[in-house]
């Protein structure tokens, strides 16, 4: 099993493009989480899933979309970046239920916004 | 601002030495807290982690303290080891939601 995998590993933008990051399970998991780290703040939700076709917003969702189209698959989009979203980005996954306690998170993607 | 506030943000150990994370919540509706561990370069990884109504857990060389009425937590590691440096996050859960706090850097020296 990959477990959770994230697409691209690292990514450069300029102030005002988009770009969409992909994230990928094999675990059959019923949630999918994305985090943005940043030094001194830790992990802070962006959106989550609680299943195919569904999506709720976190903690910091402004400037950020998700879709969540097949059960493996979550992506997070940037509509328009900006030098704030500059982060690191972690996608998670965990199972439904009394199950869900554990969440597996992904390598990470760092985008760097200029 | 924060809802899980973990403190120190970083430590330095000797090799054999014990490590000593706290951290401290106010929402009373958390049900869960697990503790976290991130390497360089890598997505956190679940270490350890403990209900509200248990006071102690012990996993190998970790171990986790909670005081409920004092609604704080910590994170023990006994012995600590060089393979032990990485960061360490502790965390609350409400829902289907975890609240991470800031995360302490743990550096075992040799």
């Known amino acids: 099993n990959a477990g959770v995998t994230q697409t691209p590993k690292f990514r450069v933008l300029k102030t005002g493009q988009s770009m969409t990051l992909l994230c990928a399970q094999d675990?059959?998991?019923?949630?999918m989480y994305w985090y943005r780290q940043d030094p001194g703040m830790g992990l802070r939700l962006i959106h989550y899933?609680?299943?195919?076709?569904?999506?709720a917003k976190g903690e910091v969702p402004d400037g950020y979309n998700v879709s969540r189209l097949k059960k493996q698959n979550f992506l997070l989009g940037l509509e328009s970046a900006a030098p704030s979203q500059t982060s690191v980005y972690f996608c998670?996954?965990?199972?439904?239920?009394?199950?869900?306690?554990?969440?597996?998170f992904g390598p990470g993607t760092r985008l760097l916004v200029l | 601002q924060q809802q899980v506030k973990q403190s120190p943000q970083s430590l330095i150990v000797q090799k054999g030495g014990i490590s000593i994370i706290n951290c401290a919540y106010e929402?009373?509706?958390?049900?869960?807290f697990p503790w976290y561990q991130q390497f360089p370069g890598k997505g956190p990884a679940l270490l350890i982690a403990?209900?509200?109504?248990?006071s102690e857990k012990k996993e190998g060389r970790f171990t986790i303290s909670f005081n409920k009425s004092a609604k704080q937590f910590s994170l023990h590691i006994m012995d600590s080891q060089p393979g032990d440096s990485a960061t360490y996050f502790c965390?609350?859960?409400?829902?289907?939601?975890?609240?991470f706090g800031a995360g302490t850097t743990v550096t075992v020296r040799a």
């Open positions: 965390a609350a859960r409400f829902g289907y939601k975890l609240s």
């Open positions: 929402n009373t509706a958390f049900d869960y």
């Open positions: 403990i209900r509200p109504d248990v």
């Open positions: 998670a996954s965990s199972f439904a239920g009394t199950k869900q306690e554990t969440q597996y």
């Open positions: 899933s609680v299943g195919e076709g569904t999506t």
């Open positions: 675990m059959n998991h019923e949630y």
